[in-house]
């Protein structure tokens, strides 16, 4: 079966920072692209970050500078670390593996509020 699991969401002030994580089982990881997407308040769900399975990174423009995805091929883990972070980030985070017949995660939630 295949398994997604992010974490790491949580509260944080504008400006702070935090790190989600998202492991992954069932499926050959190191082979498949994977994709941050999140979806705010009466918002679509929207891309914000995809690495490729050879590294290759892309991000939506209003987090470039600020949000770095990775990829550990070891322990089937994907990263998005989030600096500098304003309220206009606050969504449901959530983990995509693979781009034909996708997986998807159950999501983290991440509120940035003073």
């Known amino acids: 079966q295949v398994q997604l699991v992010e974490s790491g969401g949580g509260l944080v002030q504008p400006g702070g920072s935090l790190r989600l994580s998202c492991v992954v089982s069932g499926i050959e990881f190191s082979t498949n692209a994977m994709t941050w997407y999140r979806q705010a308040p009466g918002k679509e769900r929207e891309l914000v970050a995809r690495i490729t399975a050879i590294g290759d990174t892309n991000y939506v423009d209003s987090v470039k500078g600020r949000f770095t995805i990775s990829r550990d091929n070891i322990k089937n883990m994907v990263y998005l670390q989030m600096n500098s972070l304003k309220p206009e980030d606050t969504a449901v985070y959530y983990c995509?593996?693979?781009?034909?017949?996708?997986?998807w995660g159950q999501g983290t939630q991440v509120i940035v509020s003073s």
């Open positions: 995509k593996a693979g781009l034909y017949n996708p997986y």
